[in-house]
């Protein structure tokens, strides 16, 4: 990659043209993706809209290094994901959160240390544990915790490291509305104090709008981007912002966006 | 948080499962008024003697030197067949997930071996080895199918959300082995020594019958050749009573590990 000297331009994931089809058992295939662009610059946060099965897991999934684009490329930092995760500087939180049943939460938390092999850092766990609320069940076993506090879990290893690209597919999603904002106020004072190249996928548009730099508005079958917005408002942002006549605005014209074509 | 149960809640749960189990023993009561019926009124013949006798037989000093020496020759030989095939079975499932492919041949080198009935092999046996070694032998051979089919499809079993998330984490296959998929696969390995357990007895019984010097096998034999019924019978009784009290011991273990793990 060509040194930029400005860093604030510098581009942390890149997709270019990329498309994923998936072959299927009776020989067809499915196209996931068709061609997608994105480029997202080092301490950017970028929100992921789309309705269900566009494709915005695979476009985690490619950023991850999970999967491969059977066209175009995908690079973080001009290289291979892979290399990134092979790195431990990736942190990921799942659709289904991906919890070790057999592991306490805290261990869970503590997992990324081990799998790096670095000396396991009990007062970051405490505080990243404390961060989502989960305070007091350190010791409970995920089977014990309810779906929303699993995905709670499940953020805080995704930042044990203090990763520097962090991927959240809807993390969110089986939390009350309440403790969702909370989380939501919580996570931003992380991004506000360092720079953590983000990718979070969402069903809420309030939420895309509240955290995020730019959404990205998908489409499916085959998945495409429709629209690329950069969100107007000043950080950091109060929940007072969201109830500006702007913001309002904001959200009806995604909503509508998002609606199908007719 | 087991450890943690009041007394009133223990004693719920004992009753609960003394309710749980008594159809069991009802449907073992019945067993016994059933064999002791037949025995007492001759409907099956001299051969089967009534359930009185044979305990009859167990109980009496004068047989307590014979009956011990053949339990303790036949268990011997059934615990050293069965940490031999348990060994052995372990190392293989291992061996073939380290190098996989190796697994194709040893899993046809395997069921090759399982489909061949011991009574075909022991006719080699005798050849090969000390015939006091076949008992051990026919064993070990049974066990460590049983202990390579459960430990395989155990280290198999790893949830690929799971293998994701030890990809995005940049973990070594090594880590992924010794982190994920030896935990996910300790409770097929349990259910496995479990089941091993009255294989074991078969293959140790059967071993014993192609002319060990000693053990319940033996006692059978020389039972029903010299028309020892109760001698014979005896000798059955024991070997199921104790293959039964262990197959239950494995069956707690069995359940911890399904506790601790799953
Ligand atoms: N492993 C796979 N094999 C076959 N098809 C797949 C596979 N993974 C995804 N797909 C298909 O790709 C499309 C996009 O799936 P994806 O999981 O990315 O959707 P999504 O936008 O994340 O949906 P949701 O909001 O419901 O999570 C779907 O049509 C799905 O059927
Ligand atoms: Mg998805």
Not at chain 2, 125 to 154: E, K, N, Q, W
């Amino acid at each position: 990659m060509p040194d930029i000297p400005q860093t604030e331009c510098r581009e942390a994931i890149a997709l270019r043209a990329a498309g994923k089809a998936f072959a299927l058992d009776d020989g067809g295939s499915v196209v996931a993706l068709d061609g997608i662009d994105i480029s997202i610059r080092e301490g950017e946060f970028v929100a992921i809209l789309g309705p269900s099965g566009c494709g915005k897991s695979t476009v985690l999934r490619l950023v991850a290094g999970l999967e491969t684009a059977t066209s175009g490329t995908v690079h973080i930092e001009g290289r291979a994901p892979a290399e990134l995760a092979a790195h431990h500087r990736l942190g990921v939180a799942f659709q289904d959160h991906a919890l070790l049943p057999w592991l306490s939460v805290s261990d869970n938390v503590a997992l990324p240390f081990r799998v790096a092999r670095k000396p396991v850092a009990r007062d970051t766990i405490a505080r990243l544990i404390a961060l989502v609320g989960l305070s007091g069940f350190e010791n409970a076993r995920p089977s014990q915790l309810s779906g929303g506090m699993r995905q709670r879990a499940s953020i805080a290893r995704a930042l044990a490291l203090d990763p520097d690209v962090l991927l959240l597919d809807e993390p969110f999603g089986a939390l009350d509305a309440v403790t969702r904002r909370h989380m939501n106020i919580e996570l931003q004072r992380i991004w506000s104090a360092r720079t953590l190249t983000t990718v979070l996928v969402t069903h809420s548009v309030e939420e895309a709008l509240f955290l995020a730099d730019r959404i990205i508005v998908m489409t499916g079958r085959p998945g495409r981007v429709l629209r690329d917005v950069a969100v107007p408002f000043a950080r950091p942002r109060t929940p007072e912002a969201l109830r500006t006549a702007q913001f309002h605005a904001m959200v009806d014209d995604l909503t509508r966006a998002l609606e199908p074509q007719g | 948080m087991a450890g943690l149960t009041s007394l009133p809640t223990r004693l719920r749960r004992l009753k609960r499962s003394c309710a749980q189990r008594a159809p069991a023993l009802i449907g073992i009561g019945l067993f016994c008024l059933a064999w002791q019926l037949i025995g007492s009124y001759r409907l099956a013949g001299l051969t089967w003697p009534p359930l009185s006798v044979v305990i009859g037989y167990l109980v009496d000093p004068d047989h307590h030197r014979l009956l011990t020496r053949a339990a303790s020759t036949t268990l011997r030989a059934v615990a050293l067949g069965y940490l031999i095939g348990a060994g052995i079975g372990l190392f293989l499932a291992l061996a073939v997930r380290l190098f996989r492919p190796a697994r194709a041949g040893i899993d046809t080198f395997v069921a090759l071996i399982h489909v061949t009935p011991a009574i075909a092999l022991a006719p080699v046996f005798m050849i090969l080895m000390h015939r006091d070694a076949i008992p051990v032998a026919i064993c070990a051979l049974a066990v460590t199918y049983l202990i390579y089919v459960a430990a395989t499809s155990g280290l198999d079993g790893a949830k690929r959300h799971h293998i994701d998330l030890f990809a995005v984490m940049g973990a070594r296959p090594w880590q992924r082995f010794w982190l994920l998929e030896r935990p996910t696969a300790l409770p097929a390995i349990a259910s496995g020594l479990k089941l091993a357990i009255p294989v074991a007895f078969m293959g140790t019984i059967v071993g014993e019958w192609f002319g060990a010097a000693r053990g319940l096998g033996l006692l059978m034999v020389s039972g029903m050749q010299n028309f020892q019924i109760p001698m014979l019978w005896a000798a059955v009784l024991l070997t199921t009573l104790t293959s039964l009290v262990l197959y239950a011991l494995m069956g707690l273990v069995e359940r911890a590990v399904e506790r601790r793990f799953a």
